[in-house]
Every structure is written in C-alpha cells, then in structure tokens.
C-alpha cells in the first residue's frame, strides 16, 4: 500500500480504490474539488498518563523522565504538531478552503483533557496564524460527553452485548490465541524491560483475557496484551518525543522494535474499540458532529471542523466505517500521536456532492526529527475506501447522502 496526495495538482481530485481501478493505483475524477473538511485527529505526543507508568516490577530499571506532567502534551509534540498544522494549511490553501491571507473560517472542537486542549490551539494557530480560531472544549479534566460517551453515561451501553461483540471479533482462537500469535514480540518486548536482569520483571507472567465485566463500561483487556499495549505505546512516545536513543528501552530498543510493538496497540484497538457495538457507543457523540459538518449547506459553515480527541476515538470511527492505513514506523491502523481520519466534500459542476475518507500523519520518524514539510517532503496520506460505497464506479467513495445514512445506520446499530 502506499501513500495517495490529498489533491493533485490543478485541484483535480485523486482517489484511491479497488474493484474496476485496483487500491494503491489513482484515478483523476475531473471536474471535482473540495469544499469541506472535517477531521477526527489524536492529540500530539504526551507522556505515559501516570507516574511510574506501570506497576512495580515490570522494568527493571527506572522509566525515563518527562519535561511536563503526566498525559501532557510535550514541547516536542507541540513543535511537531506546528509543522504538520502548517501542511495542513498549505493543503487546504492549495484546495481553495482557506485564504493565502486574512483568517480561516475553521471550528475546532476538543475533549477536556490538557493535551486534547493544547493540541487543538497549536493546530489552530499553525493553521490560521495570528487568528482567533473557534474553538469549544468544556473546562480542562471535566468529563465531555462528546468524546467519553460510555465513560459519561451519555449512550445507553450494554457491558454484556460489547464483550460478546469483542469475543466474536477475537474470533475463534480468542485473546489467548492473539497471545500466542505475539509470543516472540512479547519475548523481545520482556528483553527490552529487563534488560541483563531477565527475571523477576516484564510483561509476560499473566495470562492474557478479558478482564471482567464491569457494567456500563467499555471492555478491557488483562494479562500480558494488555501490559504489553501500554509498554509499547510508552516506547512509541519515547521515540516520537526525540528522547536519546540511550533513554528509549533504556537503550535496549531500536526504531524495528518499536513498529513491531505497537502492533499490541493496534490489537487492543481491533479488540476493544473497533467492533460495531463498541464503535457505535463510543461515535454517538463524535459521529453526528461529523456527519452534520459534512452535510451542514449553510453559507456561514467553516470549511473547516477539526475534533481534537484521542487514539480511543480514532480507532472506533475507523470501526465503525472499516478504515485501514499503516503509518511508516507504526504498525497497521495503530492511531499515530497528530493523525487524523479526514473526511472531504467532493463537489462537481453541477453541485452534487461525495465524501471520502483519508488517513492524514506524520511518519514515526518525522515527529521524532521534527521534520519540516515542504517540495516533496510530506506527511503520510491514505485514501481509505469507506465501506458499502461505491460512487462514480470507484468502490469506497461516497455520495454525500449515502455517506449521511451510513453513518446514520451505524450509529444505532442497523446493519445493511
């Protein structure tokens, strides 16, 4: 697979598909352009969200220190994030959706947390420079609905239906066999926590499961994937965060074993977060944000809605549609720190109008290097086939209406 523009030069339209044109090859739709965006992106690097991050005896040896409180955002995660704000402006310049000069006419929504919060003004501010940005966030730590709808009561969610959902999705080898389908990741993972100690520390001891039911919350995983998934993500942003190579894995882990590791996030994704009971519950307030910025014709709408939320939210909306993309230094669909699902309004002469979806990051290694883009330097992108769609004979794009009663449907659960 590799990576598809945003836009062709001229603002002709690229799109990515399969069945008659093959995914990975492009073909011009001539005659469309962009005429609104919205995107779900996770916030920028952070550190682990608790000090120490695991519990005692899983390394054996100090974790690395941080420059800020735990689950902020870091000085490092916000550097990165201006240079891929300021993509993202030339982008939606090039598409005609903000202006070379004056203001953007952008909305951004962002969850509670500090580093939702921070992330969406360093976003804002590298995409509309020395503007007032829209943006609506309830006050810092205070629980969002929008973003946390299971966590706030806020959807009615059957504890019962979603693991029965997350055991099917497992499939017939469950989570144990995902265990043992990792086993050599995990030993190498048990390597890097160790160290010349090799016992008494790492991940591997617990079994790995389900944890038990508790009701009205999400389900969670126990054991070694579980572990596992949080070690790997602490890796992951040890790397992103351009620490010394001394101090990533306690310079037991290289850049190979880091993207081999976050396969265990990616595995608690597809487990916990994508499966459509599960998704359903955790979109019903991002997901009619969504459909309704797309669908809003008003001439006072922003061209622009950026949602500022978490790896938990990407991955569920990607559940939801059955998105795919594999962001270089990451395994396969794990939500890269800044990566965005966007969704683009397509419109053609005579006003009908499509939705597709793209995968929009910073490689692993350019958040680390703060990469600045430019020429033929540029973040990842991905045209991801939206499910059931096939507009214009090109399977994953969708018509503007089809896209809203899809989104519809699967928001309460009808299946097509």
């Given at each position: 697979?590799?990576?598809?523009?945003?836009?062709?030069?001229?603002?002709a339209?690229?799109?990515?598909?399969?069945?008659?044109?093959?995914?990975?090859?492009?073909?011009?739709?001539?005659?469309?352009?962009?005429?609104?965006?919205?995107?779900?992106?996770?916030?920028?690097?952070?550190?682990?969200?608790?000090?120490?991050?695991?519990?005692?005896?899983?390394?054996?040896?100090?974790?690395?220190?941080?420059?800020?409180?735990?689950?902020?955002?870091?000085?490092?995660?916000?550097?990165?994030?201006?240079?891929?704000?300021?993509?993202?402006?030339?982008?939606?310049?090039?598409?005609?959706?903000?202006?070379?000069?004056?203001?953007?006419?952008?909305?951004?929504?962002?969850?509670?947390?500090?580093?939702?919060?921070?992330?969406?003004?360093v976003?804002?501010?590298?995409v509309?420079?020395?503007c007032?940005?829209?943006?609506?966030?309830?006050?810092?730590?205070?629980?969002?609905?929008?973003?946390?709808p299971?966590?706030?009561?806020?959807?009615?969610?059957?504890?019962?239906?979603?693991?029965?959902?997350?055991?099917?999705?497992a499939?017939?080898?469950?989570?144990?066999?995902?265990?043992?389908?990792?086993?050599?990741?995990l030993?190498?993972?048990?390597?890097?926590?160790?160290?010349?100690?090799?016992?008494?520390?790492?991940?591997?001891?617990?079994?790995?499961?389900?944890a038990?039911?508790?009701?009205?919350?999400?389900?969670?995983?126990?054991?070694?994937?579980?572990?596992?998934?949080?070690?790997?993500?602490?890796?992951?942003?040890?790397?992103?965060?351009?620490?010394?190579?001394?101090?990533?894995?306690?310079?037991?882990?290289?850049?190979?074993?880091?993207?081999?590791?976050?396969?265990f996030?990616?595995?608690?994704?597809?487990?916990?977060?994508?499966?459509?009971?599960?998704?359903?519950?955790?979109?019903?307030?991002?997901?009619?944000?969504?459909?309704?910025?797309?669908?809003?014709?008003?001439?006072?709408?922003?061209a622009?809605?950026?949602?500022?939320?978490?790896?938990?939210?990407?991955?569920?909306?990607?559940?939801?549609?059955?998105?795919?993309?594999?962001?270089?230094?990451?395994?396969?669909?794990?939500?890269?720190?800044?990566?965005?699902?966007?969704?683009?309004?397509?419109?053609?002469?005579?006003?009908?109008?499509?939705v597709?979806?793209?995968?929009?990051?910073?490689?692993?290694?350019?958040?680390r290097?703060?990469?600045?883009?430019?020429?033929?330097?540029?973040?990842?992108?991905?045209?991801?086939?939206?499910?059931?769609c096939?507009?214009?004979?090109?399977?994953?794009?969708?018509?503007l209406?089809?896209?809203?009663?899809?989104?519809?449907?699967?928001?309460?659960?009808?299946?097509?």
């Amino acid at each position: 697979m590799r990576s598809v523009p945003l836009l062709s030069v001229a603002g002709a339209i690229v799109l990515a598909s399969s069945g008659s044109v093959a995914l990975g090859q492009t073909r011009t739709l001539a005659g469309l352009r962009v005429d609104r965006v919205v995107m779900l992106m996770r916030h920028g690097v952070r550190p682990p969200t608790k000090a120490p991050p695991m519990p005692a005896g899983t390394a054996a040896e100090a974790w690395p220190a941080w420059p800020v409180k735990p689950g902020y955002l870091t000085p490092h995660g916000a550097d990165a994030l201006r240079r891929l704000g300021a993509a993202d402006r030339a982008n939606l310049m090039m598409a005609g959706l903000i202006p070379r000069r004056g203001c953007a006419k952008i909305r951004i929504v962002a969850d509670s947390d500090q580093r939702t919060i921070a992330t969406a003004g360093v976003w804002g501010a590298a995409v509309s420079p020395g503007c007032a940005v829209a943006m609506t966030h309830q006050p810092q730590d205070v629980g969002d609905p929008i973003f946390s709808p299971i966590d706030e009561h806020a959807v009615a969610f059957d504890a019962d239906v979603a693991r029965a959902a997350v055991l099917a999705g497992a499939g017939p080898n469950g989570v144990a066999g995902e265990e043992r389908r990792l086993r050599p990741v995990l030993s190498r993972l048990d390597q890097i926590l160790c160290g010349p100690a090799r016992t008494a520390c790492g991940v591997v001891g617990v079994p790995s499961a389900l944890a038990p039911i508790k009701p009205g919350s999400r389900p969670k995983l126990s054991g070694a994937l579980d572990r596992a998934s949080t070690v790997a993500q602490i890796l992951l942003l040890e790397y992103a965060d351009g620490k010394p190579m001394r101090e990533v894995g306690w310079g037991r882990a290289s850049a190979t074993d880091i993207a081999r590791a976050s396969e265990f996030h990616a595995v608690e994704f597809r487990l916990l977060a994508r499966p459509r009971y599960v998704a359903a519950a955790n979109m019903a307030g991002i997901g009619p944000v969504v459909r309704d910025a797309l669908g809003d014709m008003s001439a006072n709408a922003p061209a622009v809605t950026m949602l500022s939320g978490h790896d938990t939210n990407v991955a569920s909306l990607a559940g939801l549609l059955d998105l795919h993309w594999h962001v270089p230094g990451l395994a396969a669909d794990d939500p890269s720190p800044g990566g965005a699902i966007v969704f683009e309004r397509l419109v053609d002469a005579a006003g009908q109008r499509y939705v597709r979806a793209v995968y929009r990051s910073q490689t692993l290694d350019q958040i680390r290097a703060l990469t600045t883009f430019g020429g033929a330097i540029k973040p990842y992108r991905f045209v991801m086939p939206i499910a059931t769609c096939s507009a214009r004979g090109v399977r994953g794009l969708c018509t503007l209406a089809a896209f809203k009663a899809l989104m519809t449907a699967r928001l309460v659960g009808k299946q097509e």
